[in-house]
């Protein structure tokens, strides 16, 4: 693709040779965005596009801001790798900047990962696509067609068994027919620990199943409250990493923040509320109250729920 080197790795290309591909979104292309991007064009960074085929993987929305401004070249980084790369790059990019996905966008493109790479775990998946690992479960068991692996790949870059059952009784199979195995070796051919296949091997030696019987069941309890304090006051919820990894967390911390109200803060307003307006304001407090129990309510429904299933 002819272009004009401008930076270290980065190349002025003209915008008429360059393809839309990569479409993530349910919706068509946002003017109003382009048109703000267009007061910054200059400020923003270069498009990603697949160096193989011209393809934009991330920028379509400042191609649009160029032609809008009458430009006929863009910035551009070349990505050099397959179609699949090219795809996760450019899911990767439009969740962690621009203008975001919408959460069915998302999820919608997780299917679509799943169909590509079965073998990444649910937290590897929810990483790239700006969700929960619990979504991705749900979409996975979800889509009847995404093939299943027996391992899946980690965060970590390593490979771990879907259901150990499985793999150790494949690894007892294996230790059988070949007894004098090493155990790194017959590890490293099963993506697994070698201290997984010591274990199967004594366990086999010993007359016992290579299947491990029995679980630990672990019941989540809530997280203790400070001496004095009410059960939530010594929790920020502007800096907790639990609920800022969800998609929509800061908005969730930043609506709490909101909301909240500390004790007795409203006793100052009693007297200067207008006659007329009592009424009005007992049924809004009222109402409002309503809203928290019920909130509170779905919580405990859930937390109950999800002690139950890991017992």
Known sequence: MAGQRVADG???????????????????????????????????????????????????????????????????????????????????????????????????AAIKLLGMHEDWSNRLMAQVCGLSDKTVGRLRKSTAEVPQSSARLGRDGRHRPVDTRVLRNEIATALRAQPDTKAVDLARSMRTSPSTVRDVRKRLQSGEDPVRTGRTVRVVKPLPSRAGEGKNAGVDWASDRAILSLPGGVGFAEWLAQTKIKPRQWEPHIS????????????????????????????????????????
């Open 10 to 108: 980065i190349t002025d290309v003209r915008i008429e040779t360059l393809k839309l591909g990569i479409l993530l979104r349910f919706d068509e292309e946002d003017v109003e965005h382009a048109q703000s991007l267009a007061c910054r064009l200059d400020d923003c960074p270069p498009i990603l596009v697949d160096q193989s085929t011209a393809t934009v993987i991330d920028g379509a929305h400042r191609v649009l801001a160029a032609r809008l401004l009458g430009r006929e070249t863009i910035p551009v980084r070349y990505f050099a790798g397959t179609r699949e790369e090219a795809f996760v790059e450019a899911v990767k990019a439009n969740v962690a900047h621009g203008k975001p996905l919408t959460l069915a966008e998302r999820e919608a």
């Open 272 to 311: 200067e509320i207008p006659l007329g307006r009592i009424p009005q304001l007992i049924e809004e407090a009222k109402s409002r109250a309503t809203e928290w129990n019920k909130f509170a309510s779905s919580l405990e429904e859930r937390f109950k729920y999800l002690n139950r299933r890991s017992v």
